[in-house]
């Protein structure tokens, strides 16, 4: 008897806080900017802003938009990136292998 397994079994989707944090970092790491600048710029706190890069914070829509904006992003484009970025992630979600 056939036998249907999925494809990624162990693979867990990432947190949307978690490629949100990674889409603000890559783009802060491109310009190349230091947190604490660009911290400064969108009214958090060096600190918090690390905490929502790494994923460890749920950040409100209004801070969201105020690192976005202090990165020349508009919340189009992040959560653009993040989708994509989630898309990457775990590419078939749902597709599963027919083992006979």
Same mark, same amino acid.
Do not use: C, F, N
């Given at each position: 008897?056939? *036998?249907?397994?999925?494809? #990624?079994?162990? +693979?867990?989707?990432?947190?949307? +806080? *978690? !490629?949100?944090?990674?889409?603000?970092?890559?783009? +802060? #790491?491109?310009? %190349?900017?230091?947190?604490?600048?660009? $911290?400064?710029?969108?009214?958090?706190?060096?600190?918090?802003?690390? *905490?929502? *890069? +790494? %994923? /460890?914070?749920?950040?409100?829509?209004?801070? @969201?938009?105020? &690192?976005?904006? !202090? /990165?020349? =992003?508009?919340?189009?484009? @992040?959560?653009? !990136? &993040?989708?994509?970025? =989630?898309?990457?992630? &775990?590419?078939?979600? %749902? !597709?599963?292998? =027919?083992? $006979?």
């Amino acid at each position: 008897m056939a *036998e249907i397994i999925p494809l #990624h079994p162990s +693979r867990p989707e990432p947190l949307w +806080r *978690e !490629a949100a944090g990674d889409v603000l970092r890559r783009t +802060r #790491h491109e310009r %190349g900017e230091r947190l604490a600048d660009t $911290a400064e710029r969108s009214g958090v706190s060096p600190q918090y802003l690390s *905490e929502m *890069e +790494r %994923g /460890l914070k749920e950040p409100s829509s209004e801070m @969201l938009a105020a &690192v976005a904006g !202090a /990165l020349d =992003l508009s919340l189009i484009d @992040l959560a653009s !990136a &993040v989708a994509d970025d =989630l898309r990457e992630a &775990v590419p078939t979600r %749902g !597709a599963l292998l =027919l083992a $006979a």
